[in-house]
């Protein structure tokens, strides 16, 4: 019997980058080379920020680093009710045809706790992860619908004379929670735009935590200039 191969928990901007090897041998697997390893088996922590109109079988997974095509070809189940900006989960296999790169999913499974993408993070390490997210990949040549999940808002307004809505001036409300929670306010519905984000929450420095908290996974872009917190 063929051992199960391990599942490593990787980057997808690693797994886009390193070279696709075809296996020769009977039986071998084909893997992505990472130079340490060779991995034909990912585990992958991200949130899902596009699905294909009309095509429950396939979604776009964005972890910070990049995004990647899931696409499954035996319509896995749990693929069908996960809504755009779920956290997931994803164990399966990378594979590429022509130019394109993607994962056949063996498991999908919904996390609800947000700690543990912080923890990956931590464990692969954040200097690892290129924070610009790239264009939408297509899903076999056809358009990609980014959807949103709405969420009613309440505008908070933060400056040096109110740091945050019901929080009085001088409290222990650091600059990276206010930005986080600027963002949360800001987002109507299809994202809170970046520059308006910089320039409403008087922080001298609001890029550069912004920058760290799409590190961090705290919050992720739903495309480039729209953020969204994770819930």
């Given at each position: 019997?063929?051992?199960?191969?391990?599942?490593?928990?990787?980057?997808?901007?690693?797994?886009?980058q390193?070279?696709?090897?075809?296996?020769?041998?009977?039986?071998?697997?084909?893997?992505?080379?990472?130079?340490?390893?060779?991995?034909?088996?990912?585990?992958?922590?991200?949130?899902?920020?596009?699905?294909?109109?009309?095509?429950?079988?396939?979604?776009?997974?964005?972890?910070?680093?990049?995004?990647?095509?899931?696409?499954?070809?035996?319509?896995?189940?749990?693929?069908?009710?996960?809504?755009?900006?779920?956290?997931?989960?994803?164990?399966?296999?990378p594979?590429?045809?022509?130019?394109?790169?993607?994962?056949?999913?063996e498991?999908?499974?919904?996390?609800?706790?947000?700690?543990?993408?912080r923890a990956?993070?931590?464990?692969?390490?954040?200097?690892?992860?290129?924070?610009?997210?790239?264009?939408?990949?297509?899903?076999?040549?056809?358009?990609?619908?980014?959807?949103?999940?709405?969420?009613?808002?309440?505008?908070?307004?933060?400056?040096?004379?109110?740091?945050?809505?019901?929080?009085?001036?001088?409290?222990?409300?650091?600059?990276?929670?206010?930005?986080?929670?600027?963002?949360?306010?800001?987002?109507?519905?299809?994202?809170?735009?970046?520059?308006?984000?910089?320039?409403?929450?008087?922080?001298?420095?609001?890029?550069?935590?912004?920058?760290?908290?799409?590190?961090?996974?705290?919050?992720?872009?739903?495309r480039?200039?729209?953020?969204?917190?994770?819930?």
């Open positions: 019997m063929q051992k199960r191969q391990t599942a490593y928990r990787v980057w997808v901007k690693h797994l886009l390193g070279p696709y090897v075809r296996n020769e041998e009977d039986w071998a697997p084909n893997y992505v080379d990472l130079g340490d390893k060779k991995v034909s088996r990912v585990n992958l922590l991200g949130a899902i920020v596009a699905k294909q109109d009309g095509d429950a079988r396939s979604f776009v997974l964005d972890d910070g680093s990049a995004r990647v095509i899931v696409r499954s070809f035996d319509g896995l189940k749990a693929i069908e009710s996960l809504a755009v900006g779920t956290v997931v989960v994803v164990i399966g296999r594979r590429e045809y022509g130019d394109e790169r993607y994962v056949v999913p498991i999908v499974k919904p996390v609800a706790d947000s700690a543990w993408v990956r993070a931590l464990e692969l390490g954040d200097k690892d992860r290129d924070i610009a997210a790239p264009p939408l990949p297509q899903l076999a040549g056809q358009t990609m619908k980014e959807e949103v999940i709405g969420s009613a808002s309440e505008e908070v307004v933060f400056g040096a004379a109110a740091f945050a809505k019901g929080v009085p001036a001088g409290s222990s409300v650091s600059p990276s929670e206010a930005v986080y929670s600027l963002i949360k306010s800001l987002d109507s519905g299809d994202g809170a735009n970046t520059d308006e984000v910089a320039s409403r929450s008087g922080v001298a420095d609001a890029e550069s935590i912004i920058t760290q908290l799409l590190s961090e996974g705290e919050v992720y872009e739903i480039p200039g729209k953020l969204k917190v994770l819930e």
